[in-house]
C-alpha cells in the first residue's frame, strides 16, 4: 500500500511541476490583488512541509535546518522576495527527490518510533508516518488548487 501512496505524492508533484513549467518566472512570483501568496511559494511550502512533518515534527531530526528553503516556504511565511529561475528549478528537483528520500528512510525503518504530533492546519494528531504521508497528499492537493487559483487570475 505505502508503494502506492509515495507514487501518488510524485505523480501529484509531477502534476504541479507541469503546472509551474507553462509558467514565466513573472507569472510565479505576481501575487495577484486580495491574495497574499503567489504560485512559486505554494509549490516551495509543500517541498519544505512534507520534509518538516516527517522528519522534524516526529522528532526524527532536532530542527530544519537540513530542509532548504524552509525559512522561505514554512508554515505561516509569505513571499518577501523575488524568485529566481535557478531557486525555481531547485525546488522542483528538491520536490522529487526529499520523496525518494522519505521513502529510502521509510524503507529503512527510520520512522518505525516517531513522537505522535498534533497537525495545526488539521487539528489532527499523526500517530504514524504512514497517516503522515496520507495527510501530505491531502496538504499537498490544497495548495495545487491554490496554485490553479492563482493562474486564473494572473
Request: hydrophobic fraction near 40%; glycine fraction near 4%.
Amino acid at each position: 500500500m505505502m508503494n502506492e501512496v509515495f507514487d501518488f505524492i510524485i505523480n501529484s508533484r509531477k502534476a504541479f511541476i507541469k503546472l509551474i513549467d507553462d509558467l514565466t518566472i513573472e507569472e510565479l512570483n505576481k501575487i495577484p490583488d486580495g491574495y497574499n501568496n503567489n504560485i512559486i511559494w505554494n509549490f516551495g511550502h509543500v517541498v519544505v512541509s512534507t520534509q518538516t512533518l516527517c522528519y522534524v515534527r516526529t522528532g526524527v531530526l532536532q530542527d530544519a535546518v537540513s530542509v532548504k528553503f524552509n525559512e522561505y516556504y514554512k508554515k505561516d511565511t509569505k513571499p518577501t522576495y523575488t524568485v529566481t529561475e535557478e531557486e525555481v528549478a531547485e525546488l522542483k528537483v528538491i520536490a522529487l527527490e526529499s520523496i525518494e528520500k522519505i521513502k529510502e528512510d521509510y524503507a529503512n525503518g527510520k520512522f518505525s518510533n516517531i513522537t505522535p504530533f498534533t497537525t495545526a492546519t488539521y487539528g489532527v494528531q499523526m500517530n504514524s508516518i504512514e497517516e503522515i504521508l496520507i495527510t501530505t497528499i491531502g496538504h499537498d492537493n490544497v495548495h495545487q488548487g491554490y496554485a490553479w487559483a492563482l493562474k486564473r487570475q494572473i
